[in-house]
């Protein structure tokens, strides 16, 4: 069930980001699947190219795209979890930078749910190229309630 709605929430964000041009476009349409745990509380893990569009002057991906995937995909982790569509807003947002990813590179990103309660969420994420740790990060989200927007 959560495979579905995972793939279902990457499609919807991406569509989503067509109809505003953001920078994260590009990166939600490369991005792969790769598996989804729910033995206990979610586990997801996705390949993401390391594209050149992502990256700094230097060639490297960029500390803000990083940022970027631990926020986003933590929240599809966090949302494909919930029963329902709920409406979550960033309680606090912190990430680890620990290496450089070079453009051409394969992101492996895993992300896990760590707890979920009524009102709150806390969700973590790694960020590897083969087995360097590039970046880690946790996530807490507000859970505010349903969403009317049913598009997943």
Known sequence: MSLKKINALLKHFAQKTLQKSSFDQKLLEATELVSVDESGLLKVEYLVPVLPELCSSSGTLHTGCISTIVDEFTTFSILGQCSSHKVTVSVDLSVAYSSLAFSGEQLLVKTANDCITENLAYSSAKLFV????????????FILGESEEKAF
């Open 130 to 141: 083969g087995s360097k740790l590039i970046a880690s990060g946790k996530h807490t989200k």
